[in-house]
């Protein structure tokens, strides 16, 4: 974005401010400033008037000027074509030193004497305007023969150029820049008012145009006709400012329009009259939206141009257009880049612009164009407008004075709050105590919530106004699922790694094939991956325990005696309902050779993986196994039960299957991870006396289980009995068909120490009941 301090002084008041404290302003206000470029007319170059010009007798491209100073006439050889057409031109008199060095001397030319040059702007070391000499007019101020143009402060000005971010389209014009500097510098902004030189055409739009609105339309536009009479001069200010720029162009009529939306931010569409006029010669505009949701300006034939994105080609009004229409238009652009994201559409070069946020004040843009047209006498206007608003819900956020300032880090009076905001174009209203209601302007679409007011007041008090302070990290108590979530999972595999796993994280899909083979679920073909990573990986998971095993494997072959592994993952059943579960594995060797086992570690059994598991999870009660997949060995499988719900199994390894993946003894467990979710309990009062210990051994039925003599106990609901679980198990020929089951009692009472009455009445009672559920006999 290219800005000239002359060019931004229509706008705010900056004569007392230095280039230096600009170029401080815009990077503060996050205007990042790329370079600067400073315009020095060197001294002697004065304004002269071309009072005759002859040609040379000596040379067809040379003419003889003869050029009033004010102070004296000189005769200057010109080889500029243009120089016929010129009255007051740049002199560079004898002794002027150009940019470039040169000194101005007194010469002939082709035996005509010369004293001084005729200069081009380029020559000056101007921007580029054009081939030929530069010919002045009172754009630049006004024109006294004789003057240094040094003196000029629209010549000698200075160019900056300014990185703008992507949100910032409001800053895309000259207008916006100002805008920004008023607020830093708490100066207030220079409105576009209506001038007196404009010269309108007695005939109203009305009679001449009809505009047609079809449907809801979300574009805004407003429309005026003009007449072009001939040739004319664009003014010499704004095509060295739009050179500057980068955006002098061949057509005059185009300069124009380019010069007011780069000064505005307002974008225009010039139109050639006639592509409007149906067949009675009468200029109708039709606006209404596509098909495919394109907000679009269509003439009386049906030839479409995009509102925001593209003007036809055919429809472009140049220099000799006779009659001009003359289109400001806006559109949100949130809602522009919607509609256009997924379309391959042709665009203009002020998509850039549209797209980013333009100027949504359609009647400034209008004023500053017909301001700027009349006053060069370029176009004659006709009186009135024909205008389409799209009625916008004006966005007011409410701003805790006490939050923005703990944002911020720094208290900010909210006086000051109100004054910058206001000066950025916000509308701020006092609600209550501490609390501002900001109503976002139009031209702003990228501010949304706190934060964004934040960044604005920040960046125009200034960075470095913060006081420095150590970082303060205040965290609100978390009371949510997720995190108690995370704090069960914590001490999961804090404890899983206490007993010796190692945490194992795989891929959420699975070998279909070898799932199939150990009786899990696959999911249901309709509910299948489209595209697998690799045909091993074909499906999502159903259990954690199959690729587990394959990384059992693979440690395995590295020699690996001890395999102790665990994992918590999602899993998925066959309609692809997703579950969370917990594995465990432990392959090999139960603990590292050592000089207690003397270099010769026994494997793992189930007691030991037992007592592991419980150390990670807690309490947990076994039955019976009644889940049937191949990895559960026949004799060796059971039930995990929590809190009377059967929430997963655990099992040593099939042989088979042990077989397959080439392990030695190995126990694996999978559990339901709701199951170990911490739940609230009531604290049990505990006892001050001295517990019992009661050893009972009974003969019960071989086939009977623990689980029918331990729920036949816990009938008796007897207060006393703290706690019971088995400690031995023997079987012998001896014994036939029964084994020998011996039990362990706590037995204690929170009143007072038991004596033996009291202890064998418990006893009795557990014993009788035994003898009568399940066919015990004391041994």
């Given at each position: ?9 229509e ?12 170029c ?8 990042e ?30 003419n003889?000027?003869?050029v ?20 007051y ?16 001397k ?30 002045l007019?009172?754009?630049i ?9 040094n ?9 900056f150029e300014?990185e ?7 800053c ?15 100066k207030d ?5 209506e001038?007196?030189?404009?010269k309108?055409?007695k ?13 809801d ?5 407003e ?8 040739d ?5 200010l704004?095509?060295?400012?739009l050179?500057?720029?980068g955006?002098?162009?061949k057509?005059?009529l ?12 307002v974008i ?13 010669s009468?200029?109708?505009?039709d ?10 300006i269509k ?6 141009s995009?509102v ?25 652009p949130?809602?522009?880049?919607d509609i256009?994201s997924d379309?391959?559409?042709e665009?203009?070069s ?38 389409h ?8 956020i ?8 703990s944002?911020?880090?720094?208290e ?13 174009g916000?509308k ?26 934040a960044?604005e ?24 699922s ?6 069960l999972?914590?001490q999961?595999?804090n ?5 010796g ?16 083979k ?10 299948g991956l ?16 199959i ?8 440690n ?8 102790p592994?665990f994992?918590?993952?999602s ?10 579960k ?7 060797q139960?603990e590292l ?7 010769k570690?026994?494997n793992i059994?189930?007691?030991t ?38 929430c997963?199994?655990v ?12 392990l ?6 999978e559990?339901?991870?709701d ?16 517990p019992s ?10 086939d ?32 036939g068909?029964?084994k020998?089951l ?8 929170l009143?007072?120490t038991?004596?033996?009455s009291e ?6 009672k ?14």
């Amino acid at each position: 974005m290219i800005v000239t301090r002359n060019w931004l002084n229509e706008f705010i008041d900056i004569k007392e401010t230095s280039d230096e404290e600009l170029c401080i302003a815009f990077n503060a206000i996050g205007l990042e400033l790329a370079s600067t470029q400073k315009f020095n007319i060197p001294n002697k170059i004065v304004i002269g008037e071309i009072i005759s010009c002859e040609k040379h007798p000596d040379a067809d491209k040379l003419n003889v000027c003869m050029v009033d100073l004010g102070f004296s006439k000189r005769q200057i050889v010109c080889g500029a074509s243009n120089v016929v057409d010129a009255k007051y031109v740049a002199v560079a008199t004898i002794g002027a030193i150009m940019p470039d060095g040169l000194e101005i001397k007194h010469t002939k030319l082709r035996g005509v004497e010369s004293d001084g040059m005729i200069c081009s702007a380029n020559e000056l070391g101007l921007p580029n305007i054009g081939n030929g000499i530069m010919m002045l007019d009172e754009s630049i101020g006004k024109l006294e023969l004789g003057k240094n143009l040094n003196e000029l402060p629209m010549l000698n000005d200075t160019v900056f150029e300014l990185e703008i971010t992507p949100n910032r389209g409001d800053c895309l014009s000259v207008y916006g820049v100002a805008r920004d500097l008023g607020a830093y510098f708490g100066k207030d902004l220079i409105e576009i008012k209506e001038e007196n030189n404009s010269k309108k055409i007695k005939l109203g739009i009305s009679r001449e145009a009809t505009l047609n609105v079809q449907g809801d339309i979300d574009a805004s536009v407003e429309i005026k006709l003009a007449m072009q009479h001939g040739d004319y001069t664009l003014p010499l200010l704004c095509m060295i400012r739009l050179s500057s720029a980068g955006l002098l162009e061949k057509d005059n009529l185009q300069n124009i329009s380019q010069y007011v939306m780069h000064t505005t931010g307002v974008i225009f569409w010039l139109f050639d009259a006639d592509y409007f006029k149906n067949d009675e010669s009468k200029i109708s505009i039709d606006i209404e939206k596509s098909e495919n949701s394109l907000n679009c300006i269509k003439n009386p034939f049906g030839k479409l141009s995009i509102v925001g994105v593209e003007q036809n080609k055919d429809s472009i009004a140049n220099s000799k257009t006779q009659q001009v229409i003359l289109v400001a238009q806006y559109i949100n652009p949130n809602i522009l880049n919607d509609i256009v994201s997924d379309k391959k559409i042709e665009k203009d070069s002020i998509f850039y612009n549209t797209s980013r946020g333009s100027n949504p004040s359609l009647e400034s843009g209008i004023l500053y164009m017909t301001n700027i047209l009349s006053k060069y006498e370029i176009l004659d206007i006709y009186d009135g407008v024909l205008s389409h608003k799209v009625n916008t819900e004006e966005k007011t956020i409410l701003i805790d004075c006490i939050e923005l300032n703990s944002i911020i880090g720094q208290e900010i009076d909210r006086s000051t709050v109100s004054n910058i905001l206001n000066k950025l174009g916000f509308k701020v209203s006092s609600k209550v105590e501490n609390v501002i209601g900001v109503t976002i302007p139009q031209f702003r679409p990228d501010i949304t919530n706190i934060q964004d007011i934040a960044e604005e007041i920040l960046r125009i008090i200034g960075i470095d106004t913060i006081e420095a302070k150590p970082l303060k990290i205040k965290e609100n108590p978390h009371r949510d699922s997720k995190i108690s979530e995370y704090r069960l999972k914590k001490q999961i595999r804090n404890r899983a790694t206490a007993v010796g796993f190692y945490e194992t994280i795989s891929y959420v899909f699975s070998d279909a094939a070898l799932q199939e083979k150990y009786n899990f679920e696959n999911i249901k073909s309709e509910f299948g991956l489209l595209n697998p990573i690799v045909t091993e990986m074909n499906v999502l998971r159903s259990t954690l325990l199959i690729n587990m095993l394959s990384s059992a494997k693979r440690n395995s072959n590295y020699s690996k005696k001890i395999i102790p592994i665990f994992e918590i993952g999602s899993i998925f059943d066959e309609n692809r309902i997703e579950s969370e579960k917990i594995s465990f594995l432990w392959s090999g060797q139960k603990e590292l050779e050592s000089v207690s086992n003397h270099g010769k570690p026994e494997n793992i059994d189930m007691s030991t993986f037992l007592q592991k598991i419980g150390f990670v999870v807690g309490n947990f009660d076994l039955q019976e196994c009644s889940f049937k997949n191949a990895l559960l060995h026949p004799y060796q499988s059971a039930n995990i039960v929590i809190d009377n719900k059967v929430c997963g199994f655990v099992s040593k390894l099939h042989p088979d299957t042990q077989d397959d993946f080439d392990l030695s003894d190995t126990f694996v467990a999978e559990l339901d991870m709701d199951a170990l979710v911490q739940k609230h309990t009531l604290a049990n009062e505990i006892s001050k006396f001295q517990p019992s210990i009661k050893d009972l051994s009974i003969l019960i039925d071989k086939d009977l289980s623990f689980d029918s003599i331990k729920k036949v106990i816990e009938e008796l609901e007897c207060e006393k009995l703290n706690s019971f679980y088995p400690i031995d198990l023997y079987m012998d020929k001896s014994l036939g068909d029964k084994k020998s089951l011996t039990i362990r009692f706590a037995i204690q009472s929170l009143e007072k120490t038991l004596d033996d009455s009291e202890l064998e009445d418990v006893m009795s009672k557990i014993l009788d009941s035994l003898i009568q559920k399940s066919g015990a006999t004391l041994r």
